[in-house]
C-alpha cells in the first residue's frame, strides 16, 4: 500500500501521515513542490522519532511520480468524488493519492478519472473538509481493514 500527498502545504500533517505510514507499514509519496522543508522542525515533530522507519519517496513532480507508477493503481480522495471511500474495492498495491490542504485535488485530475475517484463522507454542513491526515488515517485502515490486515 502507498500514501500519496500531492503538494503537501502544512508540515503538520505530513509529520502525521508519515507516523500513520511508520506504524501500517505504508509507503509514503510526497510529490513536490512542498509547502515546507523536509528538514522542517515542525514536520519532525508531528512525525516523532519514527522517520527512520518510514519508507519514504520524494518526487520532482506529479509527472515524474506519473511515469513511475501505473495509473490503473492510482485512487483519488476528494471531497468533490461522488462515492465513498468503502465503495473502493483497495489491493496491496494500491497508491491512495490526496491533493493539497487547501485546494485538493486538481479537477481536471477528478475529471479525467471519475471511476477511481472517492470521497469521505460528512454529515455537517458546516464543515468544509477534514484533515488531510485525519482522511489519509481513515481511507487507510479501511483499505486495511479490506485486506485482512487489522
Known amino acids: 500500500m502507498h500514501v500519496v500527498l500531492l503538494e503537501p502545504e502544512i508540515p503538520p ?16 509519496h510526497l510529490i513536490e513542490p512542498l509547502g515546507f522543508k523536509i528538514d522542517d522542525k515542525h514536520l519532525k515533530r508531528a512525525g516523532l522519532d519514527y522517520w527512520e522507519f518510514v519508507d519514504l519517496h520524494v518526487h520532482k513532480s506529479w509527472a515524474e511520480f506519473r511515469r513511475q507508477f501505473d495509473s490503473q493503481k492510482l485512487l483519488y480522495f476528494s471531497k468533490k468524488a461522488t462515492r465513498s471511500y468503502t465503495a473502493a474495492r483497495y489491493q496491496e498495491d494500491d497508491f491512495l493519492v490526496f491533493g493539497p490542504e487547501t485546494r485538493g485535488l486538481p479537477q481536471a485530475l477528478l475529471d479525467k478519472y471519475p471511476e477511481r475517484c472517492y470521497l469521505i463522507p460528512m454529515m455537517g454542513t458546516g464543515v468544509r473538509s477534514l484533515n488531510l491526515s485525519n482522511a489519509v488515517s481513515i481511507v487507510l485502515y479501511e483499505a486495511l481493514r479490506q485486506l485482512g490486515k487489522t
Not at 505530513?14 to 507499514?25: Q, Y
Open 13 to 28: 500533517n505530513t509529520g502525521s501521515v508519515a507516523r500513520l505510514c511508520a506504524a501500517t507499514l505504508t509507503t509514503l
